[in-house]
């Protein structure tokens, strides 16, 4: 037990660890210029997203030690992020429906290139953790699902990182790598949360879904198969109420 708990309060001070470097390392260097760092926030502040690749390099370390696979999976996640945070900036659609239909149309967004994207990398993912197809195919969805939900959540200051600490919580109780998983997710999280909350600095796109691929992960490694039809449904269920999903966070004080 003691070993256990030390196991989970080293993967927590870890992952925070390296995002708070990563962070300042960024905001100090800025590579390609101050600029394309900075982003507008829902009130009109001029922020930067720093903590984006910040937190998604730290959370795909913490996942890579749980396995390789799960780790370059929370990778994909943040840099398909990174390239909707990029290509996709001044783009006003958002929600799968949008981006299916404008793929329909032949045009392929942005979000069309993260949903295809983060969707691979969650079944990959899954399907290296688990061992029977339709566990795979769940854990694939539970990664994939977990990312885009806390995405969904992204927008207000601190509500990412926040349900990520709320959500990651239940996950330290478990034995062995899922209560790992979610002490890095939760240290990544809780490393950027002061400054996302004072509006210096967001996660994007890069983080909210490096974040949430790091939850699926946790759920994925500490639950059986009960856990992951639970999940998967939840996650399912919230991905098609996006709309109404994004609206209880934003109106959440």
Do not use: Q
């Amino acid at each position: 037990m003691i070993i256990r708990a030390r196991r989970t309060v080293s993967s927590l001070a870890l992952a925070a660890a390296l995002t708070r470097t990563g962070l300042t390392v960024l905001r100090a260097t800025a590579p390609g210029g101050a600029e394309r760092w900075e982003r507008g926030n829902h009130a009109g502040r001029t922020v930067g997203l720093y903590a984006g690749p910040a937190s998604a390099v730290a959370a795909a370390v913490g996942a890579g030690r749980i396995r390789p696979a799960a780790g370059v999976a929370v990778l994909a996640a943040g840099v398909c992020g990174a390239y909707d945070d990029v290509a996709g900036a001044e783009d006003p659609r958002r929600g799968f429906r949008a981006h299916l239909s404008a793929l329909r149309g032949g045009e392929v967004t942005s979000g069309a290139v993260k949903l295809f994207g983060i969707s691979a990398a969650g079944l990959v993912a899954g399907a290296a953790m688990r061992e029977r197809p339709l566990d795979k195919v769940l854990a694939g969805v539970v990664i994939a699902g977990a990312a885009h939900f806390v995405n969904l959540v992204d927008v207000r200051p601190g509500r990412a990182a926040a349900a990520v600490l709320a959500l990651g919580a239940p996950g330290l109780l478990r034995a062995g790598p899922g209560a790992t998983a979610a002490a890095t997710a939760m240290g990544a999280a809780a490393a950027v949360l002061p400054d996302d909350l004072a509006e210096r600095t967001m996660l994007g796109d890069t983080g909210a879904h490096a974040l949430g691929a790091a939850l699926g992960v946790a759920v994925v490694a500490g639950s059986g198969r009960a856990g992951l039809v639970a999940h998967a449904a939840a996650l399912v269920a919230a991905a098609a109420c996006g709309e109404k999903v994004s609206e209880l966070a934003r109106s959440l004080v």
